[in-house]
């Protein structure tokens, strides 16, 4: 049974009857509502970045202030003293009013788009909720004091879910006007002559921008309400083309240029400007089915003011060819994914930043004001770059979010004005699109990120009317962001901006691996790596890139990467130059589920990392345990493996680092299916032919034996040429065997074996006995790779590994939750299961220097295990370490722990199975063991 609503629900209460005592008895209007409603709403509520989402005493025309606004939730709030009678009448601006009718007058002198729904009244012990969609708001109201706030506190929950509420419906209108725009991509794509030529294509990219700009145009109220529509409506299909390039022209034409004869149709649509319609573009015919579903389904149908330009941009390029999606490495990012990336970077600091200015008690309010318009000329001042932006998602969510911020600021420093003054010459918005610039490979992906941060810019806008109270002119635009179409790996950074204007690198360059790259993206990174680059994700070389461009400067920059550039074989290659070089982790998501908004998700398993040269502190660290939940913690270092340790880079060995037996990798079959059998084909042969039984051996891979699957294999290295004439079926296997082998490449093993057609692939290190059977490939989501020994004469594939023993020591310390550390460290990675390497794992492993005591208990603790695992037969490996099924097996979890204490004891420390602790103590130990 799930009960962590139920804990929830308990600690919010516990947290609402804190809050209820600390403020019980006391409350002054104009010194306490900041830090109460602030309280109430972020440590109790629950509201995200209140600071950012709540404004305080805002200017109204009626020369009145409203003491609080909750902008999402549309809610005015009048706060009173302590005392203060609700229903009594006071005098303001020469009218006798209750709170209420004072918060309902300055509603009522508000514009229709920034009337609130709710009006709360308060005076720090009675709360009254007003719905203005009542009859008698007046009267009709709910009322709970503060002593009642931890039973009654669900009655503030619709304040926070305007804040859920409007990111979901955000979402579903763009995933719904992404697809619809896919659609009319593709029916418009059938009507050029020639769709795949560069010049129709880049024709069509910019004719479906310049569609979505006008479908958000008129329902965001930039244009006149449905103007686009109505142009449209009525039209026969034949004329639409001829219409549509009139209509672009005469977007792009100023005022004064504008032809005064054009039809009342056109002259309802305002200058635009910004270069979105300058271009002549080659548009086609439409037909009767295109029109109709571009105007009931796609306009009609959407309401496009309310789409998230972030998502949308995503959702968009999902109209591109999957296989130019593929090719391109492109991966589209939600909102919650982005500000991982961001949050930690810069928007975290400036939110303290600005939380600190408003929170400081001991300002007077002209040293708070300076403060503030500092601080709102720093806003303005920062310089955002994607070196891979693809559709803008980055950038339009940076902007978006710094806009707030800018928001916040003006409705703070308006206090005391009657209206703040905007004009052309002096503006108060100074954050600005010129702050963002970007590169992009694709030419629709440029066109949509153009387009995505035009919209960003027209919503911050609506929001920030609210503060300003005075219109601001959208039109024409006047600012643009910086995105050039160019391959970011062959230009010079420095020519699209300049490294000692930027401020921040952002962005998630292309999802490649190593051995899907194309000739041009090796080329891209032999010439970035040299020959050491081979294998190389490619993202690493936007890594080397933003390196040698940041060099001598404070740029701070973040990136999403392929998690196997921080696994394996790719950190010493990418990391050990880069840290010689001077960079810096500041900050590391260790590996996670990359999810995006696009229509055919792709998951991705990423880390992201934030670097520069300057040695940034706190750093932090973030994991994800158990998939979802996000874990924070402070370090003081964070090396290439993204482990809090030293910069220690761990090469392959060829032999184990300590006094122990060698691992070796199992036989790969190299037989075209035809020495391997299942059970069912085994049964088979040995019912045509009893006789072959004793040239029939069990054989594993890892997942077979991993879940106690059973498989055999002809294992023939013994047999005679007489012998094997006398079991014709297993010849049968051999020949067909050999015929395989000989259709293979000459130059690769399998040809080579075509003369030992009978045997597996070679391996010189087997030999019949016991040994401990070790899976190359485990879930990361297993606290202990599962590891086991053999001794039933079962041949090892190659995707085992084999140590020929049967001390019961080298099992336990293998099996602990040291070995396993080191293993969740260094290990490379396929997908995100864990990838062991005999090279890379288990030789560089440094093992501990037992007393004989120590030694004594790791084997007894170990004992404990498997004698544990035999109680729970016939479960497979796979139900014991299940890590969903802990519970079900407690006498292997006891066992387990006490096997870690001992092994932890062995190394002579207590971390307590902190595997952070563990994984920096042993690449301490490493770094030792190699510089002897």
């Known amino acids: 049974m799930d009960v962590s609503w139920n804990v929830a629900a308990r600690n919010r209460k516990l947290t609402a009857k804190e809050f209820a005592d600390k403020w019980a008895d006391r409350g002054y209007e104009k ?15 629950g509201m995200e970045d209140v ?14 202030f409203v003491d609080v606004i909750v902008p999402d939730a549309k809610t005015f709030i009048e706060q009173k003293s302590l005392g203060v009678d609700l229903d009594r009448p006071e005098e303001r601006q ?40 009542s009859e008698d708001p007046a009267n009709e109201y709910v009322e709970f004091q503060l002593s009642e706030l931890p039973e009654q506190i669900y009655l503030l929950d619709f304040l926070i879910d305007p804040q859920r509420s409007r990111r979901k419906r955000e979402e579903k209108v763009s995933l719904d006007a992404g697809a619809l725009i896919g659609k009319i991509y593709e029916m418009l794509r059938g009507q050029y002559h020639d769709p795949d030529t560069p010049e129709s294509q880049h024709s069509l990219n910019v004719l479906c921008v310049r569609l979505v700009f006008c479908l958000f145009a008129e329902d965001a109220e930039i244009f006149p309400k449905d103007a686009f529509y109505n142009y449209l409506q009525g039209l026969p299909a034949r004329q639409v083309r001829v219409a549509l390039k009139e209509l672009f022209r005469y977007l792009d034409t100023k005022p004064e240029d504008r032809d005064p004869y054009v039809s009342e149709e056109l002259k309802r649509f305002p200058y635009v400007n910004g270069g979105l319609f300058a271009q002549d573009v080659e548009i086609p015919q439409f037909t009767e089915e295109i029109l109709g579903v571009l105007l009931t389904e796609v306009s009609g149908g959407t309401n496009w003011s309310q789409i998230s330009p972030t998502i949308f941009g995503g959702v968009f390029e999902s109209t591109l060819n999957p296989e130019t999606r593929r090719s391109g490495g492109m991966h589209y990012t939600s909102p919650e994914n982005i500000h991982k990336v961001i949050d930690p970077l810069f928007l975290d600091d400036l939110k303290g930043e600005l939380a600190g200015i408003l929170n400081d008690s001991s300002l007077g309010e002209r040293a708070r004001r300076n403060r503030l318009e500092k601080y709102h000329d720093k806003l303005a001042s920062l ?41 052309e010459s002096h503006s108060p918005l100074k954050v600005s699109l010129s702050q963002f610039h970007g590169i992009e490979i694709n030419d629709f992906a440029v066109q949509v990120s153009n387009t995505a941060l035009w919209i960003a810019e027209l919503q911050a806008n609506a929001e920030a009317q609210v503060v300003v109270t005075q ?22 950074w420095a020519d699209i901006l300049p490294a000692k204007e930027c401020n921040y690198i952002i962005g998630n360059p292309p999802f490649i691996g190593y051995s899907n790259h194309s000739p041009e993206q090796k080329k891209d990174r032999a ?8 294998v190389l994700d490619y993202v690493a070389c936007w890594y080397k890139k933003a390196a040698d461009y940041m060099q001598g400067t404070h740029i701070r920059a973040a990136l999403v990467s392929t998690n196997s550039i921080c696994q394996g074989q790719q950190v010493t290659p990418l990391w050990r130059p880069l840290f010689d ?14 999810g995006n908004e696009a229509e055919d998700q792709a998951h991705v398993h990423v880390v992201i990392i934030g670097f520069s040269y300057d040695d940034v502190t706190p750093k932090y660290l973030f994991a994800y345990p158990k998939g979802e939940e996000e874990i924070r913690r402070q370090v003081s270092h964070i090396n290439g493996y993204l482990a809090e340790a030293p910069d220690v880079f761990v090469d392959k060995q060829t032999k184990p680092l300590s006094d122990v037996p060698a691992m070796a990798q199992g036989f790969k079959p190299a037989d075209g299916q035809n020495l391997l059998l299942t059970s069912e084909q085994k049964d088979e042969l040995l019912a045509k032919e009893p006789q072959a039984e004793k040239w029939v051996r069990p054989f594993s891979m890892g997942a077979e034996f991993i879940k106690g699957v059973d498989r055999y294999c002809l294992w023939l290295p013994e047999i005679t040429g007489a012998e094997l004439q006398k079991v014709p079926e297993v010849r049968k296997h051999v020949d067909a065997c050999r015929e395989w082998r000989l259709q293979q490449t000459p130059t690769g093993d399998a040809y080579k074996l075509a003369d030992r057609p009978h045997l597996l692939r070679p391996c010189g290190k087997f030999k019949d006995g016991t040994y401990i059977g070790f899976p190359v490939v485990s879930s990361e989501r297993r606290k202990y790779v599962p590891i086991a020994f053999v001794d039933s004469g079962m041949i090892p594939g190659n995707k085992l590994y084999f140590i020929p023993t049967d001390e019961i020591y080298y099992f336990g310390v293998l099996t602990s939750k040291f070995h396993n550390a080191w293993m969740r460290t260094v290990a490379g990675r396929l ?13 560089t492993f440094v093992w501990p220097s037992p007393t004989p005591a120590q030694r004594n208990e790791i084997e007894s603790a170990a004992t404990a295990v498997l004698e544990a695992r035999e109680k729970y037969s016939p479960a497979t490996l796979a139900d014991l370490y299940d890590p969903d099924n802990d519970w079900l097996y407690p006498e292997l979890t006891a066992a387990h722990k006490r096997l870690d204490r001992a092994v932890e004891a062995a190394y002579n420390v207590d971390f307590d199975g902190d595997e952070t602790a563990i994984a920096a103590h042993l690449f301490s130990l490493y770094a030792k063991a190699t510089a002897e």
């Open 94 to 133: 020469g009218r006798l009013v209750t709170p209420f009718e004072q918060a309902k007058a300055y509603a009522d002198s508000m514009p229709n788009s920034q009337r609130p729904d709710t009006i709360i009244v308060c005076n720090f012990e009675t709360f009254r909720i007003h719905s203005l969609e």
């Open 51 to 64: 600071t950012s989402n709540v404004h305080f005493e805002h200017r109204t025309s009626k020369k009145g």
């Open 471 to 492: 219109d601001i002119e959208d039109l024409p635009l006047k600012d643009n962001a910086r995105v050039t179409r160019a391959n970011a790996l062959r230009v010079d």
């Open 31 to 45: 010194g306490d509502t900041g830090s109460f409603w602030l309280e109430l709403l972020g440590d109790v509520i």
């Open 581 to 594: 070089q001077g960079i810096r982790f500041n900050f590391a998501h260790r590996s996670f589920v990359w």
């Open 831 to 843: 997908k995100s299961d864990y990838n062991y390497g005999n090279t890379t794992v288990y030789n």
């Open 527 to 534: 010439e970035l790596f040299g020959k050491g680059g081979g």
């Open 383 to 423: 310089t955002f770059f994607d070196p891979a932006c693809g559709s803008g998602n980055f950038l339009s969510e940076t902007y978006i979010f710094l806009r707030r911020l800018e928001t916040k600021v003006l409705s703070e420093l308006s206090h005391g004005q009657t209206s703040m003054v905007f004009d």
